[in-house]
């Protein structure tokens, strides 16, 4: 009786193990998201997941796709900013709350919004980022002086588990030209030649 319970916990501990790393493989989202999510009781964490690991993806996909030496590089220090008072000492009740320098909302998508020395890389200037993705720069900083880049994450997790402080090349894929409206933005992320990255994300999803 005790031999035949133990064997039936461990094949359900294989059959579970098993289930968990097909998921983690089929996703890229790690199993320690998703008990994390299922102890809090709260859904939105695998779905934000889901979203960030999509934007990794997308940016890998870009990354194989260009052939990125053709383009001015510079070598960069990057680290990683949110919305957030820890970032803004702003709150959610702020009016200008998630607001940039150029005035454009915060972004994660095909086209993210960033932060930069605007007198290195002007409002409106694109940039391709490995392992990022394309950064729109519309923001600014006290403290992002020289060849440093802030890039926008949704959370502050997301800045550290995606990304944390990074010294890389980036690629200058147009010059700003000191301004960036909603419009501009939202025309680069809707633009049709490029959402086949996307759609190669969702059917990998």
Do not use: C
Not at 102 to 107: E, I, Q, R
Not at 121 to 135: A, H, R
């Amino acid at each position: 009786m005790i031999k035949t319970l133990i064997k039936r916990i461990v094949m359900s501990l294989l059959v579970v193990g098993a289930l968990l790393t097909t998921y983690e493989a089929v996703t890229g989202v790690p199993v320690t998201v998703l008990f994390k999510s299922l102890l809090w009781a709260d859904s939105t964490t695998v779905n934000h997941s889901l979203r960030v690991n999509a934007s990794e993806k997308e940016a890998l996909e870009i990354e194989e796709a260009f052939d990125w030496s053709a383009y001015p590089s510079h070598i960069v220090l990057a680290t990683g900013y949110t919305a957030g008072y820890e970032s803004t000492g702003k709150n959610p009740t702020d009016p200008s709350y998630g607001i940039t320098y150029s005035g454009v909302k915060v972004k994660r998508d095909l086209y993210s919004t960033i932060a930069a020395d605007l007198s290195i890389f002007p409002i409106g200037t694109i940039l391709f980022i490995p392992g990022y993705g394309y950064g729109v720069v519309a923001d600014k900083g006290g403290a992002i002086k020289g060849n440093h880049l802030d890039l926008y994450f949704e959370t502050v997790d997301d800045v550290y588990e995606m990304w944390g402080k990074k010294e890389l090349s980036v690629y200058v894929v147009e010059k700003g030209k000191g301004t960036l409206s909603e419009q501009q933005l939202t025309a680069l992320n809707e633009n049709k030649s490029m959402q086949v990255f996307r759609q190669k994300v969702n059917s990998v999803r």
